[in-house]
């Protein structure tokens, strides 16, 4: 079964560091990973995508996802975090076979001076 | 500008009414969901639809029912057989190529609250 686990439902930074928001996935077939991201009474936002090819993705925002099959992981980073980037992620999988997201159940991010 | 819109944002409902989410997209999507999004537990997906006429249920479809009988459109109705359908609603749409879907666009959601 197609599975999601982000570790750390809360994380906290301050502002300049690094941010590294995890996420590990179950699949028996090559997946199509995703990071969005979900501000306060809003709907997510596609940060990256990783589907085929170079493994690093760049996105939005400054963020960047590398994945790693061997470690069966698609952590999410960015070098110097910003007040801004205060939210809520949630990474998600779309396996082949299956035509719906699987998400896990969110990292929440704050952000400090 | 293309976008997929949900109505109404807020939404206050009596136990035992039935309600109706509105979702549209303009985005020409082949595929469409509903997701609900309760503190702590991520998405969790209600129902979806493929195409026009057709539509598959989610993890949690119970007490929910929905339709697509258009490309643009897929409504979700909350009835009085669910228990706890106070919650923040999404709903999202994605392109297919080949046998895949793409990345889903969501709308800004609705939240139901029953009173």
């Known amino acids: 079964a197609q599975s999601v686990t982000q570790l750390g439902s809360h994380v906290s930074v301050s502002e300049g560091a690094l941010v590294l928001l995890r996420c590990n996935y179950s699949?028996?077939?090559?997946?199509?990973l995703f990071w969005y991201v979900q501000y306060p009474n809003q709907g997510l936002q596609l940060l990256l995508k990783?589907?085929?090819?170079?493994?690093l993705v760049k996105g939005i925002n400054g963020f960047e996802a590398e994945f790693k099959k061997s470690e069966t992981s698609f952590h999410l980073t960015k070098p110097s975090a910003h007040m801004s980037d205060a939210a809520e992620y949630f990474c998600?999988?779309?396996?082949?076979?299956?035509?719906?997201?699987?998400f896990g159940a969110g990292t929440r991010l704050a952000v400090h001076p | 500008d293309g976008g997929i819109t949900q109505s109404p944002k807020y939404l206050f409902r009596k136990e035992g009414q039935n309600v109706t989410l509105s979702c549209e997209q303009n985005?020409?999507?082949?595929?469409m969901y509903w997701y609900r999004q309760d503190p702590g537990q991520g998405l969790r997906l209600i129902y979806y639809?493929?195409?026009?006429?057709?539509?598959q249920k989610g993890d949690i479809a119970e007490g929910y029912s929905v339709s697509r009988e258009k490309k643009e459109s897929f409504p979700l109705t909350v009835t009085s057989a669910q228990k706890n359908p106070t919650a923040f609603y999404l709903c999202?749409?994605?392109?297919?190529?080949?046998?895949?879907?793409?990345?889903?666009?969501f709308g800004q959601g609705t939240r139901l609250t029953v009173v």
């Open positions: 999202a749409s994605s392109k297919l190529q080949g046998l895949m879907n793409t990345e889903a666009f």
């Open positions: 699949s028996s077939v090559p997946p199509y």
């Open positions: 990783y589907t085929t090819g170079a493994t």
């Open positions: 998600a999988l779309l396996s082949g076979g299956y035509n719906k997201l699987i």
């Open positions: 985005l020409n999507h082949d595929a």
């Open positions: 639809s493929q195409i026009v006429n057709d539509f």
